[in-house]
Nanobody, 122 residues
Framework: QVQLVESGGGLVQAGGSLRLSCTVSGRTFSTYAMGWFRQAPGKEREFVAAISRSGDDTNYADSVKGRFTISRDNGKNTLYLQMSSLKPEDTAVYYC???????????????WGQGTQVTVSS
């Protein structure tokens, strides 16, 4: 019933910017804490950024602080990840995640998207 669909991935040069989107359908978007995770080739999936149900509280992995910004539009049922100053080490498949009636997805998620590829060239 709950579906998460990511978009906006692609190829970008180091130092460039990219904006990812995640549309959510099936249930009331505002009841879910949301976030982004990523998985690089040969590595485990890691936390990137999280946002509360209202959008007032956010937190980030140390590796992306100051470069990435997470936001949400509850009226459009959409989650965003604005990425700037991209580095080759940011190359990964990025996944949208949701957790029902929770403050954060850092402790686990109930639903996951299929992922979108982000490739940063040096």
């Amino acid at each position: 019933q709950v579906q998460l669909v990511e978009s906006g991935g692609g190829l970008v040069q180091a130092g460039g910017s990219l904006r990812l989107s995640c549309t959510v359908s099936g249930r009331t978007f505002s009841t879910y804490a949301m976030g982004w995770f990523r998985q690089a080739p040969g590595k485990e999936r890691e936390f990137v950024a999280a946002i509360s149900r209202s959008g007032d509280d956010t937190n980030y992995a140390d590796s992306v602080k100051g470069r990435f910004t997470i936001s949400r539009d509850n009226g459009k049922n959409t989650l965003y990840l604005q990425m700037s100053s991209l580095k080759p080490e940011d190359t990964a498949v990025y996944y949208c995640a949701a957790r029902w009636l929770s403050t954060t997805v850092r402790n686990g998620a109930d639903y996951w998207g299929q992922g979108t590829q982000v490739t940063v060239s040096s």
